[in-house]
């Protein structure tokens, strides 16, 4: 592969997933179009891997100038460094494994639609979002993101026979393009100071403008951080998500949640680090986004409890996930130049949780899909005990919800474990970050809380009425992405050191030379685990090796112990206090489920509903050009009319009074001119 | 002395000695109502009877079957992060916030078996047991936290080391107050066996096993009494540390007797709480240990 260079495997990515969309445009059968488009999909997946690879081994790389804009300075180049690479390695991963389940899924489920509405926009997404996170132009990394943003609208507005997805899919446009806007000007107030949209060029700006205008410079990152962050659903700007990404086919959805949603990180990342990275700027944003992301891990979680559709619970998760990845990245800009030490382990943390969380979030959006695939319905009190028909499904979401509930040895939990070490580190050197630590820490059960419920009220206990019809697990080729991402859950979870590596490598280049630490004197020198030191002091241990052993061997030795005196089994139906009930009599429905804890929060914070965003009324204000433009300039020029034929009364005098006034002020003026 | 030693030294303490405990504990209840009462020995014969009775089993599948031993897995991996006498044997292996989270693993097997086995009342009781752990884990983590933030780490040994000589502090006494506030629920006794609740729900997540699981159960519980009681000794009155190890072990297994005798007494003059009277309760709690975390930020 060393005869093909990083820019040949870019294009050639670029021009397979194009192939691939207008070949996928002509595609009849679902299946078929399928499968053509996994193809091209996994064609382009290996170079962009080749590529992220040799990123990672050789450091970044640019390429020339295309499509040149001169006039304005803009050229669409390519700059692929490492923190692209993780972001490169995540979303082919992610986008090739929804793909292939999209191939029965979408067969079965919404066969009466046409394929050329999804794989097409489903393959230029995935095209927009490579070039999204290898620009280094803002203004192609504009366009690029605008062309995520319309291909995944048209992903969620994929079922138009359903008014509320319609509704939804709205929603999401006008709010995803409010933020755009934001960015938009944010780039353009950059453009007129420093006259290019080259990366390069900002960060040189940055420095001169805030010496001259300090607030814009401010202004232009509020704006940049709405941008991102509505795109990432932070809480309160994320209220789109919840009825976008429901709306979406399920494996759209875990398309989205593990690709889309985590740039928005990306952003935020680069214009945190890259742009502006001025000491007085971090601090601040760093702040800023620490308590956001807080908060977003608050209020998302807990308003997760309430839902009762699991797609809606997952996606409000989402917001809630996002506030993990945004505390990690905020935590690491505060303390980027007072600790470096602690902004790497924080920026590490935030990055491993953005990968963690794009596995399991996805994977637990193909569970519900299969779950809606075998049943037809999402809403969690109709459904139960599909486990001991869907072993594999049941086995992937236990994988997944105990990943994204941090349970050791699963792959959150090693990154909320260093989110929460970076954030009560830094609540030693100031007291605020404890309490986002806390919050961290105590919403991570709450979210184990919301996924028990899900795996209970789905997988476990009696089958269900909605479920009597289901024969057996979904078909091979919806089970082997949710295995995959199974296995990168896991793998993710025990060996800690490989995502390390490549993080801390990440975190070298982003934080530049303030940061020297070596890989061993922060994470320890022992491979199956970390042993994390902050300077020479040893503040927190976890080794998924040696826990994972002693696990092994205390769960052997007690399956050694209730098989000891090799007591006999039978099989009985449940007791239900000795009355004969049908299991849908007496089920005890998802809705129940840590009812108290719901309405005791629910007392405690009555305001913590989400607000809705009012979109369509606004947006139906903004169309209703007869409202805002036409009758107010039609009144308008109604008045003036009306006031002058006023002036004209018809008596002689007034018209004197008038000309004499005029000649006075004539001459006035003609004496000043003239003096 | 080494890792594995002392790993296997807690192991064989969980499984042999945690037993005794209780059974001195149903003791000490009996003597409070004027009843004769078992041999401390009894919760070993219930342990043997129940290994050998039949396993019956209404909700078959494999994660009724393996919950009760991962649960007992995860108990024994907590009792060897734990320190017992000394430093944790496991403490290379993870630190407190590793520890609270393997204690929660156990919570949540037991909530997956509870499910497992289709019963209303199983379920009702996994509701109450997250419940439980969402109102008192809080409390159990802004006392770790206070003693990482007065340590300025968070792993057990260095704590340890922290308060051997520091000595006692304000923040930590606030801690360890709330985390002993807290430890009756822990434990799932009265006033705070909710969960089990045998009058209302017929001991909830584990009205569907009988048998060697159940026995795989009572031994977790056993080994959870003694678990959290360590902790709290060892973490927050780690004093007086003395060199001779067989000794030092002696102290920890007396103060844990002492923990677990007040535990018992007041078990015995409480009624069973509602679970939301239990949640209101900790709320309260939760204000104690983060009185103790204020301190512990501006330095007392």
């Known amino acids: ?675 | 002395m080494s890792a594995l030693g002392g790993a296997s030294f807690n192991l064989v303490v969980a499984l042999l000695i945690a037993p005794l405990f209780e059974g001195v504990m149903r003791k000490l209840k009996a003597v409070i109502h004027s009843r004769k009462g078992p041999p401390i020995t009894q919760p070993y014969l219930d342990l043997l009877k129940l290994l050998g009775k039949e396993d019956i089993q209404s909700g078959g599948g494999a994660v009724f079957r393996m919950a009760p031993v991962a649960v007992l897995g995860a108990m024994l991996l907590a009792a060897m992060l734990t320190p017992m006498g000394g430093k944790p044997p496991l403490g290379m292996a993870g630190d407190t916030i590793v520890w609270i989270y393997v204690i929660s693993l156990a919570a949540v097997m037991i909530v997956l078996g509870a499910f497992a086995s289709g019963n209303p009342f199983a379920y009702e009781g996994a509701s109450r047991e997250m419940m439980m752990v969402l109102s008192v884990e809080p409390i159990v983590i802004a006392s770790v936290v206070t003693a990482g933030v007065k340590a300025g780490t968070l792993s057990l040994g260095g704590i340890i080391d922290w308060q051997l000589t520091h000595g006692p502090t304000m923040s930590m006494a606030f801690a360890g107050i709330a985390f002993f506030l807290a430890l009756q629920a822990n434990l799932g006794r009265l006033p705070f066996d909710i969960v089990e609740a045998e009058s209302e729900i017929v001991e909830g997540p584990f009205i569907e096993y009988s048998g060697p699981r159940l026995a795989l159960y009572k031994m977790a519980f056993y080994i959870r009494q003694i678990v959290f009681s360590f902790f709290l000794v060892s973490i927050f009155v780690p004093w007086p540390m003395v060199k001779v190890y067989p000794l030092a072990v002696l102290i920890s297994l007396a103060k844990v007797l002492v923990v677990l005798l007040v535990t018992g007494l007041i078990e015995c003059v409480n009624p069973r709480l509602r679970i939301d009277q239990s949640m209101n309760y900790m709320s309260r709690v939760l204000f104690v240990a983060l009185a103790g975390l204020v301190f512990a930020a501006i330095g007392v």
């Open chain 1, 1 to 675: 592969m060393a005869s093909v260079s990083p820019e040949q495997l870019l294009l050639s990515a670029f021009g397979l997933f194009t192939v691939g969309a207008l070949v996928s445009i002509g595609g009849r059968s679902w299946r078929r179009t399928g499968y053509t488009s996994v193809a091209f999909a996994a064609a382009a997946s290996v170079a962009l891997w080749i590529l992220a690879a040799g990123t990672i081994v050789r450091g970044e790389t640019h390429t020339r100038a295309y499509l040149g804009l001169g006039a304005i300075g803009a050229s669409l180049t390519f700059r692929i460094d490492r923190l692209s690479s993780v972001f490169l390695l995540v979303v082919p991963f992610i986008g090739l494994a929804a793909l292939l389940y999209s191939v029965e899924y979408m067969n079965h489920v919404h066969r009466n639609a046409s394929a050329r509405r999804y794989y097409p926009f489903a393959l230029l997404m995935l095209a927009s979002i490579t070039g999204v996170i290898t620009t280094s132009n803002l203004l192609y990394f504009f366009v690029f993101w605008e062309l995520m943003t319309l291909t995944s609208w048209a992903l969620v507005w994929f079922d138009r026979e359903d008014e509320t997805k319609v509704r939804a899919a709205w929603q999401y446009f006008v709010a995803t393009h409010v933020a755009a806007a934001c960015m938009l000007v944010a780039i353009l107030v950059i453009y007129t100071r420093s006259g290019s949209f080259a990366f390069a060029d900002v960060s040189s700006t940055v420095g001169a403008m805030l010496r001259t205008s300090p607030a814009l410079v401010h202004v232009v990152i509020a704006l940049f951080v709405i941008g991102f962050a509505t795109k990432a659903g932070m809480f309160p700007l994320g209220g789109w998500l919840p009825q976008a990404y429901p709306a979406a086919p399920s494996p759209a959805s875990a398309a989205f949640a593990g690709s889309m949603t985590k740039l928005g990180i990306y952003g935020i990342v680069r214009v945190l680090f890259e742009f502006f990275r001025v000491q007085e700027l971090t601090t601040v944003w760093g702040g800023i986004i620490a308590t956001l992301g807080a908060l977003s891990i608050f209020v998302g979680t807990l308003t997760a409890l309430r839902e009762d559709d699991a797609k809606r619970v997952l996606s409000y998760h989402i917001i809630g996930q996002i506030g993990y990845m945004l505390l990690g990245v905020g935590t690491a800009a505060f303390f980027l130049r007072s600790v470096p030490a602690l902004a790497a382990v924080a920026l590490i943390a935030g990055l491993y949780h953005v990968v963690n969380h794009a596995c399991y979030k996805s994977l637990l959006f193909l569970n519900v899909g299969a779950a809606e695939y075998q049943t037809g319905t999402r809403d969690l009190n109709k459904m139960g005990g599909l486990g001991a028909l869907m072993p594999t499904t049941m086995a992937a979401a236990i994988i997944a919800s105990l990943s994204i509930a941090g349970i050791p040895p699963f792959s959150g939990f090693v990154s909320k474990w260093l989110i929460y070490q970076s954030t009560i580190q830094g609540g030693l050197r100031v007291p605020l970050f404890l309490v986002f630590g806390l919050v961290a820490m105590f919403i991570s059960l709450v979210t184990l809380a919301s996924f028990m419920k899900l795996i209970g009220a789905m997988f476990l206990g009696k089958l269900s009425t909605a479920g009597k019809t289901v024969t057996g697990d979904v078909p091979i080729s919806m089970r082997i992405p949710q295995l995959v991402l199974s296995a990168a859950c896991v793998l993710l979870g025990v060996a800690p050191i490989l995502p390390l590596l490549l993080l801390y490598k990440v975190a070298q280049d982003v934080l530049g030379s303030t940061f020297v630490s070596g890989y061993a004197a922060l994470f320890g020198s022992n491979p199956s685990g970390i042993t994390l030191r902050l300077g020479n002091e040893i503040v927190g241990a976890w080794n998924p090796a040696y826990a994972l052993a002693a696990l092994a061997i205390c769960a052997l030795l007690a399956y050694a112990i209730s098989r000891s005196a090799h007591a006999p089994a039978r099989e009985t139906a449940s007791w239900y206090g000795g009355e004969e009930y049908a299991d849908d009599v007496v089920r005890f429905r998802a809705h129940g489920f840590v009812l108290p804890f719901k309405q005791a929060f629910a007392k405690v914070y009555p305001s913590v509903r989400l607000p809705k965003i009012q979109t369509i009324g606004f947006m139906q204000k903004v169309l209703n050009l007869d409202t805002w433009l036409y009758g107010p300039i039609v009144n308008a020029g109604s008045r003036l009319t009306d006031g002058l034929s006023r002036t004209h009364s018809g008596i002689p005098h007034v018209y004197m009074l008038w000309q004499v006034i005029g000649i006075a002020v004539v001459f006035a003026v003609l004496f000043i001119l003239l003096k």
